[in-house]
């Protein structure tokens, strides 16, 4: 298997951190997809994101898709109706935390009152407390992919100096208590060089 993404990106990690909970093998190509990899990106996915995912003659793009893949592969248990509406959630404060960031890196404020920002600002707070909701139910107490995919976007989101979690006490404890797990070192994207 050859895993295509970054080191930085929390849709990437998730997916390594799922292969490794299951001691999958596979080589990773770590690419600077806004910079000078982006002709290699081009000839990997036409979407022009990552992660990619290589596996004898499948090519997977989009991590939901991978996950998919995987979770037949590997003989893993499938997400329930309510882990696909969480996962939903974590992805939309993750798609709205990519788009402000970039907004920023295009010299865009993104504190001003206008719609697009302001219906990224209203979807991360709303996502946000529905996730501490959850956290407080005890939803993301096993170490499974929508727990993988919530420590990879909070933690990228506080790596970015994106999100506070003073906030919402449940998130917090919760991604304390994950602290020491094998992989989450080697896959932190402040290792990265980018
Ligand atoms: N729905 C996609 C989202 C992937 C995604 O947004 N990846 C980011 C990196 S963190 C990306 O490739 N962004 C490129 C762009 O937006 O131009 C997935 O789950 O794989």
Request: contains cysteine; proline residues 4%.
């Amino acid at each position: 298997m050859k895993l295509i993404g970054s080191a930085t990106s929390p849709y990437v990690r998730r997916i390594r951190l799922l292969l490794a909970a299951n001691a999958q093998a596979y080589s990773f190509t770590d690419l600077n997809i806004y910079g000078e990899d982006r002709d290699e990106l081009r000839k990997r996915n036409p979407a022009l994101k990552i992660p990619v995912l290589y596996d004898d003659d499948e090519i997977l793009y989009d991590s939901r898709v991978i996950f998919r893949y995987l979770s037949g592969k590997l003989s893993l248990p499938g997400l329930s109706w309510a882990e696909e509406n969480r996962l939903t959630v974590i992805d939309a404060v993750n798609d709205s935390m990519v788009t402000l960031l970039l907004s920023q890196r295009s010299g865009l404020d993104t504190d001003r009152d206008c719609l697009i920002f302001n219906l990224q600002h209203e979807r991360v707070e709303k996502s946000l407390a529905a996730l501490e909701s959850w956290a407080g139910e005890g939803c993301f107490e096993a170490w499974d992919y929508t727990a993988i995919c919530l420590y990879s976007m909070l933690d990228w989101c506080l790596f970015r100096g994106l999100i506070e979690l003073d906030a919402t006490p449940n998130l917090s404890a919760w991604f304390n208590a994950q602290q020491g797990r094998p992989d989450l070192a080697k896959t932190d994207p402040r290792l990265a060089d980018q």
